[in-house]
């Protein structure tokens, strides 16, 4: 998704804009992430529900970051490190050399910290993004605070529904169920205002199509096309914990990762979205 005004660059979704960094980079990167894999396989910590939500924060960071490198501010020696798809990967690196670092450490409430220092680091990267966003005299931050609210109050709504329907699934899934439906929930609505608000260009084919269904509806004069995109999401992010619920009981560590991954599908391209708003020139 990409505000008018922004000089175009690739994106942090599929299938359009990934860039292979330069093989230097792209070595360290390679070697960076067998070291800590290492350490972690040695270690084996345990991936409890908690440690996978204290990855929450570090998924705002990577978007952040991507922001930055899309606005070019991002200095230009770290700048192939924050392309799309190896953003992933860096921030990745770092939350991962964080966590072998903390379970290294005896004594440590682990998920703890880990959420907490990936909270400072998010915060620390998005007040870089609005700064270069006041900057350049482009920063907004009306529809971008709406969204958010928004999403809090739409997840709320999904999330107490889910647990009167089928309460099974929510204390299956807990607050990493939580954070899946909060994260689509942020995609859809930060894509929503987007496409209805700012008239953006959804590049990705799937987000696309659906908008393409909702815009040849008649209502789409009215209420716009973004919010079959939403229902497709928060659909799908509740069709997600209900498959889920039995697996990460049966096996919690694959339950567990699962759940993050998809997590992080939603809540780092709607971070990434709303960032985006604030900063760039809309």
Partial sequence: MLPRGLTPVPLQVLPEGLVVPPLPYLAGIV????????SLFRQ???????????FGPWMVTGAALHVLYQLESAPAVVAPLLSAPTVYATTFLVAGGVWTTLV??????VPTLLGGVGFVTAILASAVVLAAGAASGSLSLQFPVLGLLLSIVFTAVVYVLVR???PSITTATGSLGALVVFGHVLDGVSTAIGVD????????????????????LPTASVV?????????????????????ADFVEEDPVQGNVGLGVVAAVGLGPGAHNL????????
Wanted: no cysteine; net charge positive; hydrophobic share 60%.
């Fill in 164 to 166: 009167s329907v089928r």
């Fill in 275 to 282: 960032l985006l708003f604030a900063a760039a020139p809309i």
């Fill in 224 to 244: 716009g096309t973004g919010w079959l995109f939403v229902l497709v999401k928060v659909g799908v992010a509740v069709a997600v914990l209900a498959l889920f």
């Fill in 104 to 109: 290294a450490i005896e004594g440590l409430t």
């Fill in 31 to 38: 070697v960076g992430l067998a070291v800590v894999g290492g």
């Fill in 197 to 216: 608000l700012f008239g953006t260009a959804e590049r990705s084919p799937i987000p696309r199509a659906i908008m393409d269904v909702a815009g040849s």
């Fill in 44 to 54: 084996r910590p345990a991936v409890t529900r908690r440690v996978v939500v204290a």
